[in-house]
């Protein structure tokens, strides 16, 4: 039984990937998610249903539009692959409904908001807001013991990066607030590690693209922090607990 939800998971996942392709192109370009239909961002022409299977239409088309021969990014597969699999893996990790639904939320929100964040550098309200939304109602809905601490969760995460918003309004921008907060309904105690993975990966990273520019080009270089709170949030799905276990076992 658990195989069949596993194939169910990675089949809609790669679907769900797909959409999230879509989400991710035109929703900072303040563009339509339902209409016009998929077509060629090079040429306009419409994508057959044939040529719409996620993964696979990528493959037999070698990565060009049929109709102009336009190479297609390798991400778009990518973001559907990847989508797959964590949709599949969530399925494994998680037993009970509530968890596995808020764990599908997080991939569905993760995915496109860190890929939106690198290429735009904005996190935008229209997926966090009614995340948030949906995020508290599934965990009222199937999980209501653990809403309380998923609450307290949010404001945690969100009050924290807030506190850095305020110290430092350059480095921390008000999407990543939000974004932080939408962890803490999502993963509940496992936004520790979350964000602590996220501030350590994101320092790491911004020290390392610091020291490969000249002293006097280092002034105004913005490194985008949601991708590093989608990792952490990932991570975190799979491994929170026991992240957060071995630290308590460490300290006994």
Excluded at 27 to 37: D, K, N, T
Excluded at 58 to 82: D, F, K, N, Q, T
Aim: proline residues 6%.
């Amino acid at each position: 039984m658990l195989a069949t939800e596993v194939i169910f998971a990675a089949l809609a996942g790669a679907m769900l990937g797909s959409f999230l392709n879509v989400v991710v192109y035109r929703l900072p370009r303040g563009e339509s998610l339902l209409s016009p239909g998929s077509h060629c961002t090079s040429c306009s022409s419409s994508v057959k249903p044939y040529d719409n299977v996620p993964v696979l239409a990528w493959m037999w088309l070698h990565g060009r539009c049929r109709a102009c021969r336009a190479a297609i990014s390798p991400r778009y597969p990518l973001v559907e692959a990847a989508t797959a699999a964590l949709c599949a893996g969530v399925v494994l990790a998680r037993s009970s409904a509530g968890g596995i639904s808020l764990g599908v939320l997080a991939v569905l929100v993760l995915v496109p908001v860190a890929l939106i964040d690198l290429d735009h550098h904005v996190i935008p309200n229209r997926i966090t807001g009614p995340a948030a939304i949906l995020a508290i109602a599934l965990g009222s809905a199937l999980d209501p013991s653990g809403e309380p601490a998923r609450l307290i969760a949010c404001a945690a995460a969100g009050g924290f990066l807030a506190v850095a918003a305020l110290v430092s309004p350059r480095g921390m921008g008000i999407g990543d607030v939000k974004l932080a907060g939408l962890l803490g309904l999502l993963l509940g105690a496992s936004v520790a590690p979350a964000m602590a993975i996220a501030l350590v990966v994101g320092v790491l990273v911004g020290l390392v693209l610091l020291s490969r520019r000249a002293p006097g080009a280092r002034r105004g270089v913005g490194v985008p922090f949601g991708p590093f709170l989608a990792l952490g949030g990932l991570t975190a799905l799979f491994a929170g607990h026991a992240i957060i276990a071995a630290y308590l076992h460490h300290l006994t």
